[in-house]
């Protein structure tokens, strides 16, 4: 039975602040997962439709309850685990996701009690792959602000966003997978599939915003050329899990995107006891038609 050792967790997760990659599934074991990830993507419509899809697919649920992946959990954040969200991600290479935190202050009442980990169904590569600041977890505001790394103001989502000045030296980590591997990391790890970069520019509310707006407009255009020319390789795809302990109140702004269906979270492992969320079973059966229905009314 797979444990994480002691060395693993005081060298990557103390110090560093993110485990993997770690082996769970073999790539023959894992390609019926990525052939039913590949069906749900070709019937959904957007990342929203993305979500959640574990209450739904056995053998998405099946991949959540693998053994070696629980007790991966187990080891850092005890043995009474609840699942509270599923996202499955499709990245293309250059379209992926800026330096953001996995603390979801708006949907949790303690955001820091919270782990996230991502399984990897195709192979990620030094060009497509998500990457971590070591030891960022630990660091304040003003630490990071040292390292070049600086709060969004204006952040769209609900999970603070930071982008990496031109002059910030730091050296991200890469976190380059085979199929059936995952990573695990802390909620205030700094992570990114996308090196966001811009000038820093000290008062970004004030007028001086436009200073750096028109870089970051211009990376956006030489990635939409990029794009429309064509040259993409196959996107990654990846399951990730969003993972809290019983005490922990996942609120109802968490659930208000899987409208008309109000998904709930379900019991991951060991007992709910002082619980404070209403559990959904792990049973498919009694979701299935009122999910293809929802996605009949969507379009
Ligand atoms: O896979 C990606 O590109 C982003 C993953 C991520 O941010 C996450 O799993 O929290
Ligand atoms: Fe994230």
Known sequence: MYQLNLLMISNNWEENGFIGPIKALTEKEILPIT?????????????????????????????????????????L????????????????KNQGFGWHQDQYRTL?????????????LTKSTE???????????????????????????NCQLNIPQYYRSFKSSIKPVKMILEPGEFFIFHPSTLHASFDRRKEHCKAPKTVNQGSFLPVGRLWNRTVGVFNSLNFQSSPRLGVAMRITVPE??????AFE???????????????????????????????????????????
């Open 35 to 75: 052939n039913e990830v590949r069906n749900i993507i070709s019937n959904s419509k957007d990342f929203l439709q993305l979500r959640n899809k574990h209450l739904y697919s056995k053998l998405i649920q099946e991949l959540c309850l693998n053994e070696i992946i629980i007790n991966a959990v187990k080891d």
């Open 77 to 92: 954040m005890g043995s009474n685990l609840i699942l509270w969200r599923t996202q499955i991600f499709k990245v293309n």
């Open 108 to 120: 949790l009442s303690e955001p820091t009690k919270h782990i996230s980990l991502q399984i990897a």
């Open 127 to 153: 060009d497509n792959c998500v990457f971590f600041i070591p030891g960022s977890h630990k660091m304040n505001s003003s630490e990071l602000n040292e390292a070049g790394l600086y709060l969004e103001e």
């Open 248 to 253: 922990v109140k996942v609120l109802p702004t």
């Open 257 to 299: 995107k899987t409208l008309p269906r109000i998904d709930k979270c379900v019991l991951l492992h060991g007992s709910n006891e002082n619980g404070v969320n209403e559990l959904d079973s792990w049973s498919v059966n009694d979701k299935t038609r009122v999910n293809e229905q929802s996605l009949i009314e969507v379009g």
